[in-house]
C-alpha cells in the first residue's frame, strides 16, 4: 500500500466508517425493533443506553465502554437530527467520484496520500502494542505456506512466505473492512471475500467481492450496497461440486447463488441473520450455519436444504459460535457468551447435531469478554482437542472437560499474545494454530510455549485520534484501537503508551 488517491481516501474512510448499531446484543435494548431503530438513529440508541444506565455502575465487560467508542465515532457522521447517512446514497455517491477520478477530474487524480505506517512492530512484551485487528484468516487449498488475512478496516493481505512478509491489492475497494475470504475448491484463483465488520458493526458492508485472478483483482458481485445495502457480511463458502455455487452469511439472513456471485436469493429455511457458516472438512457435502439468534443448522446436501437442530442448546445468548473438525464429521462444538460477556457454556454434538451434550466447566474460559471477542476451533487430528479465544487464549485437550492457558495478553500465567482474538485456525497437519486478534496475526507451532508475532508488514492500524508536533512536522502521535498510542519521530515509530 504506497499510495492513495485523496479523494477517494477520504470517501472511502467515510463509506467505511459509516454508522450502523453495535451488531452483538446489548441489554440496554428493549427489543429486537429498538435495536434495529438504534441503527439509523443515534439519538435512539442513546435514549436506550442512557435509560438502561441511570441507576448502574458500568463494570468490565458489561459492553458500557464499547458503546461509548462506537458513539463518539457515529456522532461525528450523524446528521444534526441524529439520523445515521443512508447506505445506498452514500454508494451512489462513492460511484460518482470513481466517475470523476478515472475520466475527468485531473485533481483527484494528481492527489495523493503517502503510507508512513505503521506496519512493523515495536516494544514486544508483556502489554506490548500490535498493528491492528485481524478478522479472518485463511489458507491457500494448494500451497498453506501461502496465507491470506482479512482485516477490520485495512483490506485484504496475502502472504506467500508462511507470514514472513505481506502484501495487498486491495487499497481501493469500496470498503476495506473485511469478514471472511473463500476459495472455490476447484479453481482456488476464484475467491470470494465477504465485507463489513460484524464484530462491533461499525464499518458497513460493499457485500461480496470476487476475484478471478487469484486476488489480483477484484468486482462487486450481485450482492452489494446498490440492491441489498443491510447485508453485512459474516461468512462465505463456495460448493465443492458446483463452482457457481455460493452461500453467504448475512445480517439479514443466509443468501445462496447459483451463477457464480451474479444473482441472489435469500434462503428462509434459516431464520435471520448468520453469524457463521461452515463446511465440515473431508465430508464437503455437511455443512452448518449458526443464526444470530443462535440456533444451530445442518445441511447434508452441501447447502442446499437445511434442518434446526438446536435442541439441547441454551436459550438467548449474547454471541455464540460454531466449530468442526476434519477428524469426525459428526463433531461440532457450540460456545456461547452471556450478555455482559462471561462463559455460557460449550456445548459437544457427536452425532451431526442430533443431541448435544453441555461440557463442563469451572472458569470463564472468556474473561468476560465474549459479546465482543469469541473464537473457537477444533484440531482436524483429534476432536477432543479445541482452543478457546476471548481476551485470553485457553486450550483444551479432553472435549472441552479441563482447560489450561494457552496464550495471555499480559504474559502471566501462560505464553504471550496480543489480547482480544476473533479468529482461530489449525494447520491442516494439526502441528501449528493461527490466532487473529486485535493486534494482528500471530502463529504457535507444534505446541510451542510461545506465539510467534507474523504481523510486520502490515498496514492496518485503526487510529481514534492523531495529532502533530507544532515544533517538528516529523513527530506524530496516534491512539489506536486497543492498541496504545504510538510515536512517528523522522520516519520510525514506536509505541509510547
Known sequence: MKRHSFIRFLFALSLLFAASAISVAQPWYASKAAQEAAATDIASAQKDFNTYWADKTPTKGSGWKQFKRW???????????????DAPLRWQEFLKLEARKHHSDVSLRNNVWEALGPSRLSNLGSNSAGLGRVNAIAFDPRDESIIWLGAASGGVWRSSDAGNSWSSTTDDLPSLAISDIAFTPSNPDIMYIGTGDPILGSMNSAGILKSTDAGTSWQPTGLSYANNPSAMVTAVVVSHDDPNYVLAGTAVGLQRSTDGGATWSNQSAVSGGVNKLLVVPGAPDIMYAMARSNLVYRSGDAGRSWQNVSAGLPGQMAKGTIAVTAANPDYIYALFANFGGSFGGLYRSTDGGASWTAMPNSQDVLDNLGYYALALAVSPIDPNDLIVGSMNLYRSQDGGNS????????????????ADHHVLLFSSDGGTIFSGNDGGIARNASGSGWWEELSNGLAITQYYRMGGSASDPGVVFGGAQDNGTTRLDQGSWDHVM
Open 403 to 418: 482447560w489450561y492457558s494457552a496464550g495471555h495478553w499480559g504474559g502471566w500465567g501462560g505464553p504471550y499474545i496480543h
Open 71 to 85: 458513539e463518539w465515532f457515529v456522532a461525528q457522521r450523524a446528521f444534526p437530527s441524529g439520523k445515521l447517512p
